[in-house]
């Protein structure tokens, strides 16, 4: 039997990924699941160090998970925190058409921004947003009969505030830099060599929540060689694309979120309240205070009564990346 911080029995692998790997493990006294990331102490870019000061920096914020370790473990370094349900992607990927409901999406919005707007708030920015890193939450065993979104994997996130309390400056742009994040997902300004702010997290949202009500971006599925040929031939076609074309078919706060996070200057504050009212207008104008369930297109229910798939999820640990 492996024990970490003398109080966490490790079980199955349930995750793995460039950074690291994911355990399922439980509380010895209380049974209380857990998932333990592991990453060897001797890898060349160590992350869950960092990933364990940016949840500290966190703690007391809602939607996200409570950490209960970080340490040395023999070889590796080791960060234990509370367990939750599968992430957006996983959801995604279990859909037929790899689409998500539009009610869904619109419903889950005003929490993802409120997610940012907290965690900008304590002067750090993600750098990394994406599908993977959105979690249900869950009750004990049970998947969250609210659905609660929760944001991990913190290893990229940074802080866009210096030890002075000033933003970071806005240097000159280095097309060169190797860039942080998933090309996918930049922002225009992250492709051009510009440092993550406020604005790049924003603008991530809007392709993302854009990906998940159509099943793609113009740019997905790109072929290319190189990293650098990658981010160059997705910053091409994003630079092409229109935003009317972007958000075809989809309500205008998709289009708006875009825009703005675009229209916003190097240290300038995302007008989150706006934001969210919009899209918590339009759920209310097309919905009204239904109760959201998970569903994906083909039809298929997951709610309070219907909770297999998510329960299953819970207990192979899919909500979680190692890297």
Same mark, same amino acid.
């Given at each position: 039997?492996?024990?970490?911080?003398?109080?966490?029995?490790?079980?199955?692998?349930?995750?793995?990924?460039?950074? $690291?790997?994911?355990?399922?493990?439980?509380? !010895?006294?209380?049974?209380?699941?857990?998932?333990?990331?592991?990453?060897?102490?001797?890898?060349?870019? +160590?992350?869950?160090?960092?990933?364990?000061?940016?949840? @500290?920096? %966190?703690?007391?914020?809602?939607?996200?998970?409570?950490?209960?370790?970080?340490? @040395? *473990?023999?070889?590796?370094?080791?960060?234990?925190?509370?367990?939750?349900?599968?992430?957006?992607? =996983?959801? %995604?990927? /279990?859909?037929?058409?790899?689409?998500?409901? %539009?009610?869904?999406?619109?419903?889950?919005?005003?929490?993802?921004?409120?997610?940012?707007?907290?965690?900008?708030?304590?002067?750090?920015?993600?750098?990394?947003?994406?599908?993977?890193?959105?979690?249900?939450?869950?009750?004990?065993?049970?998947?969250?009969?609210?659905?609660?979104?929760?944001?991990?994997?913190?290893?990229?996130?940074?802080?866009?505030?210096?030890?002075?309390?000033?933003?970071?400056?806005?240097? !000159? +742009?280095?097309?060169?830099?190797? !860039?942080?994040?998933?090309?996918?997902?930049?922002?225009?300004?992250?492709?051009?060599?510009?440092?993550?702010?406020?604005?790049?997290?924003?603008?991530? %949202? $809007?392709?993302?929540?854009?990906?998940?009500? !159509?099943?793609?971006?113009?740019?997905?599925?790109?072929?290319?060689?190189?990293?650098?040929?990658?981010?160059?031939?997705?910053?091409?076609?994003?630079?092409?694309?229109?935003?009317? =074309? /972007?958000?075809?078919?989809?309500?205008?706060?998709?289009?708006?979120?875009?825009?703005?996070?675009?229209? /916003?200057?190097?240290?300038?504050?995302? =007008?989150?309240?706006?934001?969210?009212?919009?899209?918590?207008?339009?759920?209310?104008?097309?919905?009204?205070?239904?109760?959201?369930?998970?569903?994906?297109?083909?039809?298929?229910?997951?709610?309070?009564?219907?909770? *297999?798939?998510?329960?299953?999820?819970?207990?192979?640990?899919?909500?979680?990346?190692?890297?």
């Amino acid at each position: 039997m492996v024990v970490v911080g003398e109080l966490w029995e490790v079980f199955d692998k349930i995750g793995q990924g460039s950074f $690291g790997e994911v355990f399922a493990g439980e509380d !010895k006294q209380t049974g209380q699941k857990v998932a333990i990331k592991r990453e060897s102490s001797e890898t060349t870019c +160590p992350q869950l160090e960092h990933e364990y000061q940016m949840y @500290q920096a %966190l703690h007391g914020l809602d939607g996200f998970p409570k950490v209960y370790y970080g340490g @040395q *473990e023999g070889q590796y370094n080791v960060i234990v925190m509370e367990r939750l349900g599968p992430s957006l992607k =996983d959801l %995604l990927q /279990l859909s037929p058409t790899q689409r998500l409901p %539009l009610q869904t999406v619109i419903y889950c919005v005003p929490q993802i921004l409120e997610r940012l707007e907290a965690l900008h708030s304590r002067g750090i920015v993600f750098r990394d947003v994406k599908a993977g890193q959105l979690c249900v939450g869950r009750y004990g065993d049970d998947i969250s009969i609210s659905p609660q979104l929760f944001m991990v994997d913190l290893g990229l996130a940074k802080y866009y505030i210096d030890e002075s309390g000033r933003h970071i400056r806005n240097k !000159k +742009p280095d097309w060169k830099k190797s !860039k942080t994040g998933t090309a996918r997902y930049a922002s225009i300004n992250v492709h051009k060599g510009r440092e993550h702010t406020r604005r790049d997290d924003i603008e991530s %949202l $809007g392709y993302i929540i854009v990906e998940l009500v !159509k099943g793609r971006l113009p740019w997905s599925n790109l072929r290319a060689l190189t990293s650098r040929e990658g981010w160059k031939k997705t910053l091409d076609i994003k630079l092409d694309t229109l935003l009317y =074309d /972007l958000t075809d078919g989809l309500p205008d706060p998709f289009r708006f979120l875009i825009d703005h996070a675009r229209q /916003l200057g190097f240290a300038e504050k995302p =007008d989150y309240a706006t934001l969210k009212r919009m899209f918590v207008d339009l759920y209310q104008h097309q919905w009204g205070n239904e109760v959201l369930t998970w569903t994906v297109e083909d039809g298929s229910e997951w709610s309070a009564g219907t909770q *297999e798939h998510l329960d299953a999820w819970c207990d192979t640990g899919l909500a979680y990346s190692a890297g």
